[in-house]
């Protein structure tokens, strides 16, 4: 069954058990949030997300818990709301430190833009603030505490997204964080470093060490990881010729942005200094490097005088599991149609 | 896969045999734990305690080598129970009886005996298993590297047609595939004895249209698998090997007799991205593009083909692999004096598109496949025109074949058993942090530092036994060589078994694997090699 509903004005239609946040995201319509997240379950722990709904005897709803009904009016704005909104962002920047421009999330934070969006100009409730250390344990990804919200993403995505719960709210009132079980350093825990929650994080609590060299990526690029056989889609965030990060495509069908360690952190090897760039020919023991000419008219002659004195079943082709479909297509062309040789093989069993 | 990764959140219970699926397979096994919390049933059969064993309801923790003998056992219970899918069975399989007659002789007690697994537990899944409808088989090289690998197959396929779960979402036969594009190298022919879309060699009319369409001769005897290569180039038969993107020196059972393998080579090209293990042998070695520097497609388990886009240029003068062999395609042809004649037999290609195009053509399961309808997605084969949506779940309402057949399997004891000399079976396999031979991983600075080096696992009790306390340096030897680790010791492996990788070339679990083979799908028993662990 469909729901018809207005907000701000705007009618908008929307599946049965959807939220009012839900909605006015298919309206169009921007309501700042700092703990929703279309892939997790609704937490209303930031107090951002508030509406007012025409007819309920409560001034302010959150609208990431408050189900879409029928006929319903829904205003995202008013007085009231707009200053909730703006003492809540007071009050998280009470405990935040103010280096954004030095800060790794710096233009992808979300508490920057929602501090934009409800239009923070002072900050009245200068309080005590946490100094916690860096918890650079794990070797892809940074804890820094210090900036850390409490929004909870990072221990759902942990939880439901993971299916792990390697880490959880720990202690109560100014000393709640989040933790590992004894409060211990993230790469003794049992992180599997998916780097899920990485990707979640909305400020600059968790973000990934490439981060600390790169900025923000110039351009990105949808392909399909190159590890095992799930297949899963990535976006390679790249920078020149340099890939500097990596991203879940969460518009492909088989991982729905997930990935897991080696997707997400393990592409240095793209870049690395060792890839060969140049033809090889071996004289006398050594590699010599040699011209694209050279080094194919080499082999052409060399498999062509095999084929000629031995037969063409003297020569064999080991093709690739790494190799697109496309170049494993002309490699067995290659075999059977230039060589004339059914010796054609790759490591489908290894 | 006869179906999809999607398809198994429909499963109510799932038997995982010869898989770790958290580790190697990590996003599926997310689903699988997913769907396990929200109160799908699981059985593990695996000789180690893997993150998916501890979340089982049921772990029947086997003796490397005995799968088909468990999976025969629980169809014996299966049937004395009454707890088959009888409608299923009358009007979809044939080979009933003659199959029945062979389970009939696996009893709990004998199973029991061949697999170290109680008969009570081998009940209990069997009741589980048979109750619970959906349920998806899962299995990869754990059931495959073995003598009687193509057996095992068979036993999975029997128990899932048994117990009517063939053609069914969340239901299903699901191997999982190792490598991103194992599967599409499969598809398109990389394989000695079929041509792209598995048209087979032996068969005149495929002989005929590919001869015809690529104006080529070739005979019609199948070609050699890669230990067959490797035989033959020891032997003196065979000259020249073209080695693309892949590290047998370290992949390969045996590894030092792979080495003197190559060494036997009159001529050895390996084309590659990195100066892999293997391509240091090379006469001549051809620099790759990455995934990252072109264009083309993948196959993913899921039968998917999807598209993959350049992201950056290839470094220095390396070149996309499609380029480098159709470049020497060219040359080849002109050194071999041939200008052959064909629809097909031409080399020119300004594109991965058009490659495509030229094997969708020759390829009825790829016949409706274009890059330009990838965009979104990707297409699940066997898509055979291009109006058709693809095929998410094989065998429904029909098996391809016609009917399902019942083929009756032995259990047959692996080819080295342990004995007196080497007490103990090595068991082989991947981890999470690490890639097969390691030639892209090792060389990511933070996958080096999570999981720095090899372990052989060891159990608590054998390495009391053998007084080796957990990080004590061992030496792991077997009748092909030796290699020098550090013990992690545990319960990950049951007592009698221990358990090392292939990504380490300094301690390769491959020095010490065997190379018999199973005579039908020639895979090497990668999964039992009998070995004695020393302190070193
Ligand atoms: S990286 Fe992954 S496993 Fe580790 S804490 Fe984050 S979500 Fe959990
Ligand atoms: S991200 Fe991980 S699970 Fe997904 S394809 Fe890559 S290696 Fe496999």
Known sequence: MTITLTIDGKTVSVKEGATVLDAAKEAGVYIPTLCADEDLLPFGACRLCLVEVQGDRRPMLPSCTTPATDGMVVRTSSPIIDKTRRNVVELLLSDHPEDCLTCPQNNRCELQRVAAYVGVRTNRFRGEKHAYPIDDSNPFYRRDLDRCILCGKCVRTCDEIQQLGAINFAYRGFRTKIATVLDRPVATSTCESCGQCVDKCPVGALYPEAWLRYGLPAAETKTICAYCGVGCGLILQTRGNTVVGVRGDPDNPVNHGRTCVKGRFGYEFINHPDRLKKPLIKKDGAFVEATWDEALDLVAQRLASVVREHGPDAVALLTSAKCTNEENYLLQKYARGVLGTHNVDHCARL | ?536
């Open chain 2, 1 to 536: 896969m006869t179906n999809s990764i999607e398809d198994m959140k429909e499963a109510k219970a799932f038997l995982i045999i010869g898989s770790n699926t958290t580790e190697q397979h990590p996003i599926i096994g997310l689903n699988i734990r997913k769907a396990v919390r929200e109160g799908a049933r699981l059985i593990v059969v695996d000789p180690r305690s893997t993150d998916l064993a501890r979340r089982a309801d049921i772990h029947l923790s086997i003796d490397p080598g005995g799968n088909i003998a468990l999976l025969n056992g629980l169809a014996h219970i299966i049937l004395k129970e009454g707890w088959e899918d009888k409608e299923f069975i009358a009007s979809r399989t044939e080979g009933f009886d003659e199959w029945r007659a062979v389970v009939e002789k696996y009893t709990p007690e004998r199973v029991s005996e061949i697999t170290g697994v109680p008969v009570e537990r081998l009940y209990e899944a069997a009741r589980l298993y048979a109750t619970t409808k959906p349920a998806a088989l899962v299995y990869a090289m754990g059931v495959t590297q073995h003598t009687s690998g193509h057996q095992g197959v068979q036993a999975c396929a029997n128990l899932q047609m048994l117990t009517g779960n063939m053609g069914i979402r969340g239901g299903g036969v699901n191997p999982l595939r190792g490598q991103n594009n194992v599967q599409g190298a499969c598809d398109m022919g990389c394989l000695p004895d079929f041509f792209p879309g598995y048209q087979r060699v032996a068969d005149d009319k495929a002989r005929e249209k590919f001869a015809q369409a690529w104006g080529a001769r070739f005979g019609d005897k199948p070609g050699l698998t890669i230990v067959e290569m490797l035989n033959a180039a020891e032997q003196g038969r065979l000259k020249a090997l073209y080695v693309t993107g892949e590290n047998p020196v370290m992949s390969d059972p045996d590894s030092q007799h792979v080495v003197h393998c190559l060494e036997s080579l009159d001529f050895l090209v390996v084309q590659d991205i990195f100066l892999s293990e293997t391509a240091r042998l090379a006469d001549v070695v051809l620099p790759a593009a990455s995934f990252a520097e072109k264009a083309g497609t993948f196959t993913n388990t899921e039968r998917r083909v999807q598209l993959i886009r350049p992201a950056i240029d290839p470094p220095g003068e390396a070149r996309p692999d499609w380029e480098i062999v159709a470049d020497l395609a060219r040359r080849t042809l002109k050194a071999l004096g041939h200008t052959p004649d064909g629809p097909y037999a031409g080399w020119d290609y300004t594109s991965p598109a058009q490659i495509m195009d030229e094997a969708a053509a020759l390829t009825p399961i790829y016949g409706g496949i274009r890059h330009s309808r990838l965009e979104n997605g990707g297409i699940q084969w066997p898509c055979p025109s291009p109006d058709h949506p693809g095929t998410p779940i094989l065998h429904v309402g029909k098996f391809s074949r016609g009917l399902g057949k019942f083929n009756p399997v032995e259990y047959i004891p692996p080819a080295e058993t342990p004995d007196d000399a080497y007490p103990l079976i090595l068991t082989t396999g991947r981890r999470l942090e690490h890639y097969h031979t390691g030639t892209m991983t090792r060389r990511v600075a933070g996958l080096n530092k999570l999981a720095p080096e090899e372990r052989v696992e060891i159990n608590t009790e054998d390495a009391a036994r053998l007084g080796i306390a957990d990080g004590d340096w061992v030496v792991v030897e077997s009748r092909r060589g030796r290699v020098k680790v550090r013990a992690a010791v545990g319960q990950r492996c049951k007592p009698g078994v221990v358990f090392m990788t292939f990504h380490f070339a300094e301690a390769l679990g491959n020095v010490l694997t065997h190379t018999a083979l199973d005579p039908v799908s020639k895979i090497p028993e990668l999964k039992v090699a009998a070995v004695r662990v020393l302190r070193a």
